[in-house]
T-cell receptor, first 113, second 114 residues
Framework: DAKTTQPPSMDCAEGRAANLPCNHS???????VYWYRQIHSQGPQYIIH???NNETNEMASLIITEDRKSSTLILPHATLRDTAVYYC??????????????FGTGTQLKVEL | DTAVSQTPKYLVTQMGNDKSIKCEQN?????MYWYKQDSKKFLKIMFS???????INETVPNRFSPKSPDKAHLNLHINSLELGDSAVYFC?????????????FGEGSRLTVL
C-alpha cells in the first residue's frame, strides 16, 4: 500500500479556505487518492476522490499534482462544523471485490471563529 | 433511514465474556467491512466480506469471528474478551470494486472490557 503523510494538525478561521496537504510519493499509477473525515465520535465520512485530474464536488475540491506524489484537499469556506480529523488515503482494490482503505493518522482541522 | 446501522452502540462487559455486535446496511451494497479504532484513534481494517464471502482478513485473532448471513448483514462475534479489545468498532459497506469505492460507515459500537 502506498503510504500517506499529513500534518498532524491545522487551524483555520471560519469562512476562510482550508487547504489540507497530503504526500503520497510511492503511489502507483492505478491507485486513487481518497479523502475522508471523522467528526468527533462519528463514523468516517467520504469527501472526495481522484486519480489524476482535479476534482470538485459540493463538499470540497481535490488538487492532485502532475506527478501524483501529493495532493491538497480544499474546503472553500470552512465552518465550525468542518472541525474534524481529515484522512488522506490511497485506495487498493482487493481481488474479488471490495476496497481496502488504510487510514493513517490524519490531520486534525480546527475551525475557529 | 439509517444507511449503515450497528447495535449496540455501547457495550460494557467483563474480561472473558463473549459478545456480538450486529451490522445491517440498507444500501444494496455487496461488500461489508469491520474496522477497529483503538484509544490512539488509529482506524484499522479487520475484515471484509463480498457477497457473503470473506475477502479481507487482517491478521485478527481467531477470537474474532465475523459472520455474514446475507449481503445486508455482517455481524462480529468476539470470544474470551480481553482488555485490549476495548475500542470503537465501525461497520462499513461499499458497492464492490471497479467504481468509486466509497465506503459508508456506521456510527460505531464502543466496546469497553473491564
Amino acid at each position: 500500500d502506498a503510504k500517506t503523510t499529513q500534518p498532524p494538525s491545522m487551524d483555520c478561521a471560519e469562512g476562510r479556505a482550508a487547504n489540507l496537504p497530503c504526500n503520497h510519493s510511492t503511489i502507483s499509477g492505478n491507485e486513487y487518492v481518497y479523502w475522508y473525515r471523522q467528526i468527533h465520535s462519528q463514523g468516517p465520512q467520504y469527501i472526495i476522490h481522484g486519480l489524476k485530474n482535479n476534482e470538485t464536488n459540493e463538499m470540497a475540491s481535490l488538487i492532485i499534482t502532475e506527478d501524483r506524489k501529493s495532493s491538497t484537499l480544499i474546503l472553500p469556506h470552512a465552518t465550525l462544523r468542518d472541525t474534524a480529523v481529515y484522512y488522506c488515503i490511497v485506495r487498493v482494490v482487493v481481488t474479488g471485490g471490495g476496497n481496502k482503505l488504510t487510514f493513517g493518522t490524519g490531520t486534525q482541522l480546527k475551525v475557529e471563529l | 433511514d439509517t444507511a449503515v446501522s450497528q447495535t449496540p452502540k455501547y457495550l460494557v462487559t467483563q474480561m472473558g465474556n463473549d459478545k456480538s455486535i450486529k451490522c445491517e446496511q440498507n444500501l444494496g451494497h455487496d461488500t461489508m467491512y469491520w474496522y477497529k479504532q483503538d484509544s490512539k484513534k488509529f482506524l484499522k481494517i479487520m475484515f471484509s466480506y463480498n457477497n457473503k464471502e470473506l475477502i479481507i482478513n487482517e491478521t485478527v485473532p481467531n477470537r474474532f469471528s465475523p459472520k455474514s448471513p446475507d449481503k445486508a448483514h455482517l455481524n462480529l462475534h468476539i470470544n474470551s474478551l480481553e482488555l485490549g479489545d476495548s475500542a470503537v468498532y465501525f461497520c462499513a459497506s461499499s458497492q464492490g470494486h471497479g467504481n468509486t469505492g466509497e465506503l459508508f460507515f456506521g456510527e460505531g459500537s464502543r466496546l469497553t472490557v473491564l
